[in-house]
């Protein structure tokens, strides 16, 4: 079930101010934490899928922010060496999901102004043009409809920004909570005339640009898996294939190693223990998930398993000190073990 945004922020703010967050931090707060973020858009962009998208302001706002608390941005394999050292100072280390070109015409350069390593995850899809990438088409569904009639979730209005983002919404998680809705979904998006190719070839890094991208000092490109699917719904030979032929894609075209490597969706229907063991098998030092939490010693044990945490254009100094406090985690725990694992 997904929680509504803004009662999300409401019970985050109410954590803030009451001191809640901070007595939960004594608990939940780890050694670090690795944040997530997908796309980064400039200031005045509208995106129906603002989940997965924050913009350069906010994106520069949250690095200053973090820069303020004095704690160290690393890279992952710092990340694995600060689990190991008991007396390594606080840390952060920023990924970014998916290929999109963005992270290197837009959040590259406010990374270089912080000097903040940061690890990209790059599906073989998303550069090929190949990847099944619904959820775009999903976003021009409803950026292009003022009204939708969809099978099984019936009318939806969506005249307005906040209307198309909340449709998105319901659209998508719609999606991720039954997978058996996509092929009647599919066949509105054909009908819509919606080429999701044409979506995927405006939003991502082409094989040129990671070439370029995976040579500057304070990138780290990491896999994604070939096709971006839900691993846990695939067999475990498809699933040994998704990230070996990723990983092997990536090095040859890099000429560097990868050996970190990002879940498709990352929730926890959508990969669990049998990838994470895969995962290793394939060569990855570390995998993650987007189970939120933040890291602790223990995680050593779980290096394939490594929580994040989600940050996006909604993010306001109460959101981000109590995502950094482990609020996320422990509220999905309900307050119950503070280690994030599969
Ligand atoms: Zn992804």
């Not at 054909?190 to 080429?195: F, L, S, T, Y």
Request: glycine residues 6%; charged residues 20%.
């Amino acid at each position: 079930m997904q929680v509504h945004p803004l009662i999300k922020s409401g019970v985050y703010l109410t954590a803030h101010v009451t001191g809640l967050s901070r007595a939960l931090g004594f608990r939940y707060r780890g050694r670090g934490v690795i944040f997530a973020f997908h796309s980064i858009v400039d200031d005045d962009a509208f995106c129906p899928d603002h989940a997965l998208r924050c913009t350069v302001g906010k994106l520069e706002w949250i690095l200053r922010q973090l820069r303020l608390q004095q704690l160290d941005f690393v890279t992952l394999d710092e990340t694995v060496e600060r689990l190991n050292a008991p007396s390594a100072r606080p840390f952060v280390a920023f990924t970014f999901d998916d290929g999109f070109a963005d992270n290197l015409t837009k959040a590259l350069p406010v990374m270089e102004k912080f000097a903040a390593p940061f690890t990209v995850y790059v599906p073989t899809g998303m550069i090929r043009r190949d990847i099944d990438a619904w959820w775009f088409g999903i976003v021009e569904l409803v950026r292009s409809h003022n009204e939708l009639k969809l099978p099984t979730l019936g009318r939806l209005r969506c005249p307005d920004r906040a209307s198309k983002q909340r449709v998105y919404s319901i659209i998508e998680s719609a999606i991720h909570d039954n997978f058996e809705l996509l092929p009647a979904i599919r066949e509105v998006l054909v009908a819509a005339n919606i080429q999701i190719p044409a979506l995927v070839d405006r939003e991502a890094l082409t094989e040129r640009q990671i070439r370029t991208f995976s040579q500057h000092p304070l990138v780290t490109i990491g896999g994604h898996t070939t096709s971006h699917r839900n691993l846990a719904r695939a067999p475990a030979e498809i699933v040994r294939a998704e990230m070996g032929d990723n990983r092997k894609y990536l090095e040859e075209l890099t000429g560097t190693p990868v050996t970190h490597n990002a879940y498709p969706f990352g929730h926890a229907g959508a990969c669990g223990d049998r990838e994470a063991a895969i995962s290793r098998a394939v060569g990855f030092r570390t995998a993650v998930t987007t189970r939120p939490g933040t890291l602790f010693p223990e995680h050593r044990d779980h290096l394939h398993a490594l929580p994040r945490v989600c940050l996006t254009w909604e993010e306001n100094a109460a959101t981000l000190q109590c995502k950094l406090n482990g609020l996320s985690r422990a509220i999905n725990s309900r307050f119950g073990h503070p280690v994030a694992h599969m």
